[in-house]
């Protein structure tokens, strides 16, 4: 009985590490993907000299 608590609990654990893996390797995608805009964001402004309507203020910057 307590073999099966120490399995269940090892399973558990494994489960949980596995979970956590998946999401750090999904935040680790979206920061990469936030930087890749952002380096293509400054390649358009440096190549045009302006910047893109996109980009945008949202009325902060005013």
């Known amino acids: 009985m ?7 609990l090892m ?3 494994a489960s949980a590490r596995h979970n956590a893996d998946e999401k750090c390797a ?6 990469n993907h ?4 952002t380096a293509e964001q400054a390649e358009h402004i ?3 000299g302006r910047v893109p309507p996109s ?5 902060w910057c005013s």
């Open 34 to 37: 936030a930087a890749a805009r």
């Open 46 to 48: 440096t190549r045009t």
């Open 26 to 31: 999904a935040a680790e995608l979206k920061r």
């Open 11 to 13: 399973t558990q654990l």
């Open 55 to 59: 980009f945008g203020c949202w009325n």
């Open 2 to 8: 307590r073999a099966r608590a120490q399995d269940k």
